[in-house]
């Protein structure tokens, strides 16, 4: 196991890696990346949600009619977590067509739940090597000179 960067606390990568996947970007929030943590939520959570939007909420995490990309989707965590949670309570009536899609609109919605969750894995990883590796620095953004100063 990797030692700490100097002046860096140790970041459990497990625990990291457990925090990325329930929540996308906590990872990176965790390591102290803030802004790494924040983009990375927001997208994941706007490509996951504008899916169930455009697929249906009750027919677009469905592990039983889309076995292969609910394997993408759950990676996603929390976002695929209290879908199937709220699909498979018994407040639904299980013959009730609310919430449900099929053709293409279905697809679709599919396709971006499981490009979410596949997008959340990748940062999962990222966030657990950053965590081995001690490398959780924010890259500064460059000075930028202002338009009428100095130097133009």
């Known amino acids: 196991m990797a030692t ?3 002046g860096q606390p140790f970041k459990a990568p497990y625990l990291t890696g457990i925090l990325a996947w329930l929540i996308p970007g906590a990872g990176h929030w965790y390591l102290g990346m803030r802004v790494r ?3 990375i939520f927001f997208t994941i959570a706007l490509t996951f949600w504008v899916g169930l939007a455009i697929g249906g909420f009750r027919s677009t995490i469905d592990p039983t009619r ?3 990309w609910f394997l993408g989707q759950i990676c996603a965590g929390g976002h ?3 879908v199937l949670g709220i699909n498979r309570t018994p407040l639904w009536d299980p013959n009730s067509t609310v919430g ?3 053709g293409k609109s279905h697809d679709i919605g599919v396709v971006y739940a499981g490009v979410a969750g596949l997008l959340n894995l ?3 990883f990222d966030a657990i090597v950053r965590s081995i590796s001690g490398d959780v620095k924010e ?3 460059k000075a930028r000179p202002r338009p009428g100063s100095d130097g133009q």
């Open 4 to 6: 700490p960067a100097p």
């Open 37 to 39: 943590g924040a983009i």
């Open 66 to 68: 889309e076995t292969h």
């Open 80 to 82: 695929a977590l209290f």
């Open 100 to 102: 449900m899609s099929w």
């Open 122 to 124: 990748l940062a999962v």
């Open 139 to 141: 890259v500064p953004r």
